[in-house]
């Protein structure tokens, strides 16, 4: 059964980082990008971008472009996400998904049980 | 705000039927496959529909999907307690290479 399991609550201070963990297991690794997606407290998704495990190629949301970076390590299947200078409205629950992909289209068929990162001096 | 529109709620009571709609444009919606996802309270989200009306293994068959143009439905018969959920549908936007949400509807069982 593919499963990613992400790593534990962050609580961080305006203008920290925080580095998010998510460990798949169950499939290949390298045959499926990674998505981030984030959730606010009481509201929808918001996309951040994804990566490609297979060549590091990586988009991200124009929104958090110069403070999101995302890696992965294939070696122990884990995708890392990075967002730096927080604020306070980058309180969220933070998922890690896969993207499944045909020839038109993608979704995003397993998720991670979510990270909730709190921003708060 | 989200790219694809959805009604903030809907209602219904045990045992019936309710629709979800999802509107976008040609951009989106209209030129994608849609897929829907269930989140029940307090928990990740699920994958319940892809490529429009495809189900992954382990939806019951109650669910279904539609799409008609620069629109789609989620449709849920036989309704249970245990469905009450926020549903999402989303598409892959070509143009952003990223999946579009709508903004969720609550699902209440009354």
């Known amino acids: 059964q593919v499963q990613l399991v992400q790593s534990g609550a962050e609580v961080k201070k305006p203008g920290a980082s925080v580095k998010v963990s998510c460990k798949a297991s169950?499939?290949?690794?390298?045959?499926?990008?990674i998505s981030w997606v984030r959730q606010a407290p009481g509201q929808g998704f918001q996309w951040m971008g994804w990566i490609n495990p297979y060549n590091g190629d990586t988009n991200y949301a124009q929104k958090f472009q110069g403070r999101l970076t995302m890696t992965t390590d294939t070696s122990t299947s884990t995708a890392y996400m990075e967002l730096r200078s927080l604020r306070s409205d980058d309180t969220a629950v933070h998922y890690c998904?896969?993207?499944?992909?045909?020839?038109?289209?993608?979704?995003?068929?397993?998720w991670g049980q979510g990270t909730l990162v709190t921003v708060s001096s | 705000q989200s790219v694809l529109t959805q009604p903030p709620s809907v209602s219904a009571a045990p045992g019936q039927k309710v629709t979800i709609s999802c509107s976008g444009s040609s951009s989106n919606i209209g030129n994608n496959l849609i897929s829907w996802y269930q989140q029940l309270p307090g928990t990740a989200p699920k994958l319940l529909i892809y490529d429009n009306n495809k189900r992954p293994s382990g939806i019951p068959d109650r669910f279904s999907g539609s799409k008609s143009g620069t629109s789609a439905t989620l449709g849920i018969t036989g309704l249970q307690t245990g469905d009450e959920a926020d549903y999402y549908c989303?598409?892959?936007?070509?143009?952003?290479?990223?999946?579009?949400f709508g903004g969720g509807t609550k699902l209440t069982v009354l």
């Open positions: 998904a896969r993207l499944h992909c045909s020839t038109t289209t993608c979704s995003l068929d397993y």
């Open positions: 989303g598409t892959w936007s070509s143009s952003l290479t990223a999946v579009v």
């Open positions: 169950d499939y290949t690794f390298s045959d499926y990008m």
